[in-house]
Structures are given as structure tokens and as C-alpha cells.
């Protein structure tokens, strides 16, 4: 069962622009949107606001003036609002779980481009289950025109990143967008040769070419699953995120992978996602796989 499009609201200009860009989504969609509201009673608090009932009924009153505004604009999309108590992080992960999307606000660097990821975003993308898409404040419906695409990293097997790519051609279906699929690739060390490897290799006619095969067999089901999205293969020497970053600026979407493991230290972002979190100047989506 599809779940609902979930956006993760606090009042900020940041979490606005968020809401804004998870009901475009869901009315393409023709998904419900969930409006999730995380509050903690505040025992010293302003006199009139001090009882757990009254900061409760303000926190909803505020979000739903923000939901009043998001159902004007759509009035033919279903939205829920829902005030949970507790920790942001614990309740945006838990909200997550069941969600198709959740969409989460973040501030920009500068006036075009980059993030500024909180510690609160930051763990959230590390502990969802689910995609997380990053909205930053100020981001205008306008990117979202023809001509404009869906950028997907592909890394690894094809497995690895189907969850990624399920995604972006899933988007750019609903949006009748086109689809840049980025495989980066550098030369491995001498070190990480073998005659498996060298053999696979051969085969391909050198390192380009096998890396080309490589996201050409990774966009086969999905070329198939969704025949009317057009397909840019994109194969280039670099690192991964400096790749997709420097087609970032035709992007509507930024779509990368993150590995769903756990370290000494915690659940991890990973590098790729880090570095276009904080510099890409279009919504960027984390998707977790195993």
C-alpha cells in the first residue's frame, strides 16, 4: 500500500517551503499529505501558554494555519494534520516509516546555493527507513518547468541503487520530466585489481565502456517499467559527488542513495549524500538501501 506524503512542520519559512513542495508532490501523486507537528510541553513557558493543554491547542492552531493556506492553493488534495509529542527526531523517523515521501525543511547557505543541515535533519536522513527530501526555504515551484530533470546517482550493483532509481523515474513520471542517470567512476588503485576483475574488464573493452554496461543494465528494468520517461545515461571520471553536482543546476529533483547500515558511531549519511545536501541548490531526496 502506498503511503501518504509526509511533511515535517515547525512554523519556519524553511518548513513552509517543505509543505509547499510536499502537497505539489501529492497532488501529482494523487496521494494523501500528512502534516506532522513535533512539540514537547514546556513547563516555563509564557504565563499564557503554560498548561500543557493551551501549548498544545497554540501548536496545533499554528499548524493548521499553515495546512489552511496549502489546502487553498489545492483544493482537491486530502490533508491530515497530526501534533505529536516528542523529540523532532523520534517523531519525524517514526513518521517516516509509513510514508512514500518525507519531506523536511532546511535552510540555504547563501541565496543560491547550498544547505544548511541541522543536527536534526542530519540524524533523521541517517534513521529513516523511508526517502527524506530536503526542500530549502525559498524554493520556487519555477524549477519545476520543462526542461528541467530528474538527477539520479547510480553506485554499485543494480541493486544497490533500485531503490534510488525507483524513485526518480516514479517522480519523473508524475511530472512528465526527463531522467539523467549519473555513474562516476575513478581509476582504483593497482591494489584493488584482480584477475576477476581484469577479466570483467577485458571483456568490457576497458574501464569506461564497463562502467557505461554497467548503468546501462542498472536503468534496464526501469527504462522497461516506465517506457514514456526519456533517459540521459550519464558516465563520467570523477567522484561521485562532484559529478552530480556539476549537473545539479538542471536538476528539479537531486535523487542520491545512502547505504541503511549502522557504524561504531551510529547510522551514517555517507559522503556522496553529505556533499549534495550542502551544496546542491535543488531539493535533494536520501534514500536509504541495504
Known amino acids: ?23 505539489r508532490e501529492a497532488v501529482r ?69 509509513d510514508a512514500e515521501l518525507l519531506v523536511l525543511g532546511s535552510r ?34 519555477a524549477i519545476e518547468a520543462a526542461g528541467h530533470e530528474i538527477v539520479v546517482g547510480q553506485q554499485g550493483e543494480a541493486d544497490d541503487s533500485a531503490p534510488a532509481l525507483r524513485l526518480a523515474f516514479e517522480t519523473a513520471a508524475a511530472r512528465g520530466a526527463s531522467v539523467r542517470a549519473v ?17 570483467l574488464l577485458d571483456e568490457a573493452g576497458g574501464l569506461e565502456p564497463y562502467e557505461t554496461k554497467a548503468l546501462a543494465e542498472a536503468l534496464e528494468p526501469w527504462r522497461e ?4 520517461v526519456p533517459v540521459v545515461e550519464h558516465v563520467e571520471m570523477g567522484s561521485a559527488g562532484q559529478v552530480l553536482l556539476s549537473v545539479a543546476g538542471r536538476a528539479q529533483l537531486m535523487v542520491v542513495g545512502r547505504r541503511a547500515r549502522r557504524t561504531a558511531v551510529g547510522a551514517r549519511i555517507g559522503s556522496v549524500a553529505h556533499g549534495v545536501l550542502h551544496h546542491a541548490d535543488c531539493p535533494v531526496a536520501v534514500v536509504p538501501h541495504d
Open 1 to 23: 500500500m502506498t503511503g501518504p506524503i509526509t511533511a515535517g512542520v515547525d512554523g519556519t519559512d524553511e518548513s513552509l517551503a517543505a509543505l509547499s513542495w510536499a502537497a
Open 29 to 97: 501523486r494523487d496521494l494523501e499529505l500528512r502534516v506532522v507537528h513535533a512539540w514537547r510541553f514546556q513547563p516555563n513557558a509564557a504565563a499564557e501558554v503554560a498548561d500543557r493543554d493551551a501549548q498544545e491547542r497554540w501548536v496545533r492552531e499554528a499548524a493548521e494555519r499553515s495546512v489552511a493556506t496549502v489546502a487553498e492553493r489545492h483544493p482537491g488534495l486530502t490533508v491530515t494534520t497530526e501534533i505529536r509529542e516528542g523529540g523532532p527526531v523520534e517523531t519525524l523517523v517514526a513518521a517516516a516509516a
Open 108 to 141: 540555504g547557505h547563501a541565496a543560491v546555493v547550498g544547505f544548511l543541515l541541522g543536527s536534526v535533519g542530519q540524524q533523521v536522513i541517517a534513521e529513516a527507513a523511508r526517502p527524506v527530501v530536503l526542500v530549502r526555504a525559498g524554493d520556487q515551484p
Open 183 to 199: 555513474r562516476a567512476w575513478t581509476l582504483p588503485p593497482v591494489f584493488a585489481y584482480s584477475p576477476g576483475s581484469m577479466k
Open 225 to 228: 517499467r516506465f517506457p514514456d
